[in-house]
């Protein structure tokens, strides 16, 4: 029985590759500022600061 490859080997480096420090600083940034603590009780602003 042949599975067919669906993520190649490039994209998988890419899809498991560490996000850079401006990724994440980005990330956090564009978060809902007024937005309800997550599962962690930690609101975006607090993680922003």
């Known amino acids: 029985m042949h599975i067919p490859e669906i993520i190649n080997q490039e994209d998988n480096d ?3 590759a560490m996000p850079t420090e401006e990724e994440i600083k980005s990330a956090i ?6 937005g309800a603590p997550g599962p962690d009780e930690f609101t975006a602003s607090e993680l922003a600061s």
């Open 29 to 34: 940034w564009d978060l809902n500022q007024n």
């Open 14 to 16: 890419f899809l498991t």
